[in-house]
């Protein structure tokens, strides 16, 4: 290379401390924090969408979990118990909207009234105050509601993701940090102390579509949700997951519905899942919804039915894991599309503990992508998974309710970096 153009080459680089993909909750929470530890050097977040949270960050139910139903001394668990009460913090603090509305978990036969026994015994563990609720102490809780009893959980909230997200972003942008949105990290390669990303711009530069721009940084870390498993891969870890996408659809209920429940009302569990259920949720713009179930989609950002994305669907159909879970959950599988597919079907779920809703009262809503990590032999992994080589982490699951954890999952990730480095 003449001695010009590597002078250029020099020139184009753009160079930074620490970079973050992805700009949902957890990129925004971690590019905060360590914006906060490291006022000193240049840190960016480099981000595909046009704007902040259009992903799982920005299509959830909005719940702030207390951590009543993860393994105790799991990161779930520990995470959670101290997330709900961060979040509920840095809501006071900077003047978001949130509710501590508390949230009644509902047995409708006996065999969920033993299923309720465990999760109180789960709860208890957790370190959280929760109480049983005869069948009557529910109907006064909840005049609209039917069940046998339930659990309740007072420490359940409410609130909108996507403006914490928001108010974490104005913040690092305040201290310094830099945003990069409409840039799709491509292809990354970590060599001699420094990480080489290659991103294409959707932003429109000199007549050209799409633009190719190398970044270097001395950290990098990646919060890309669904895309996680693919930057595992680019680095040449070893991947002993692949993410699936289980899309959660919900309805709103007509606004004349809106008084119907007065906290969160979810069913009992299935153990074997890591779903929770379709629930009616209070959401904190007044509005309440319903849902969301969890079809196998056809494509990681298939938030339509008929949506499909080939490339997403060959890598699934190459994958061992993929075939193990849907040999495991076939039936469950069925079950869930069918319920997506006929809304009768779907309502009956809600009608076994809200019997006076109708199809009627249903309005379409938006759906999320879960974002769930699969092992080989087709588990679906519970906990919170991190992949890290000398110079990159890359959150690897961090499925609900990693909303609700995202401040203090953002210390556990900046409590693995190497701090020290000057800028
Ligand atoms: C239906 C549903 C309901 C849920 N309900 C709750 C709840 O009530 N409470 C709770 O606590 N949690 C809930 N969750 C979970 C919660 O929403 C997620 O755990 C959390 O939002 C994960 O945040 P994230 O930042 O990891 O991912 P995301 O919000 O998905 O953000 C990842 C970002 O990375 C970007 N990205 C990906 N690849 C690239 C690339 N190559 N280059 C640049 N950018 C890239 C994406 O565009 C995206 O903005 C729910 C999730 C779903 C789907």
Known sequence: MSDSSSQANRQARTDYDALIIGAGIIGAATAWRLQQLR?????????????????????????????VYYAPGSLKAKL???GNQRTKAFCKEHRIAFEECGKLLVACDEQELKGLDQLKLRARQNGLEVETQSAQQLKQREPNIAGLGALWVPA???VDYAEICRELLKQFGEAGGEIYYGHELK???????????????????????????????????????????????????????QMMPFRGEYFQLLGEHNSIINHLIYPVPDPTMPFLGVHLTRMIDGSVTVGPNAVLAMGREAYKKTQF????????????????????????????????????SYLKRVQSYCP?????????????????AVDKQGNMIDD????????????????????????????????????????
């Open 39 to 67: 006022p000193d050097w240049r840190i960016a977040i480099i981000e595909k969408e046009q704007s902040c949270a259009q992903h799982q960050t920005g299509r959830n139910s909005g719940v702030i979990h207390a951590g």
């Open 80 to 82: 959670c118990v101290e």
């Open 156 to 158: 359940s909230g409410i």
């Open 187 to 241: 292809r990354l390669r970590e060599r001699d102390g420094e990480v080489q990303l290659q991103c294409t711009s959707s932003l429109s530069i000199a007549h050209t579509d799409r633009q190719s721009q190398i970044f270097y940084c001395k950290q990098l870390i990646a919060c890309a949700g669904i895309q996680s498993d693919r930057l595992v891969k680019s680095l040449g870890l070893s991947v002993d997951f």
């Open 309 to 344: 994305s080939m490339a997403d669907i060959q890598q699934m159909v190459s994958e061992p894991g993929s075939y193990r879970l849907l040999g495991r959950f076939w039936k469950a599988g069925l079950g869930e599309l069918r319920d997506s597919l006929f809304k009768h």
């Open 356 to 372: 006076s809703l109708k199809v009627s009262d249903l309005l379409p809503y938006k759906a999320g992508i879960r974002a769930q």
């Open 384 to 423: 919170f998974l991190f992949a890290q080589s000398e110079q990159c982490l890359i959150v690897c699951n961090a499925p609900s309710p990693a909303a609700t954890s995202a401040l203090p999952i953002a210390d556990h990730i900046v409590a693995k970096l190497d701090l020290n480095t000057p800028a």
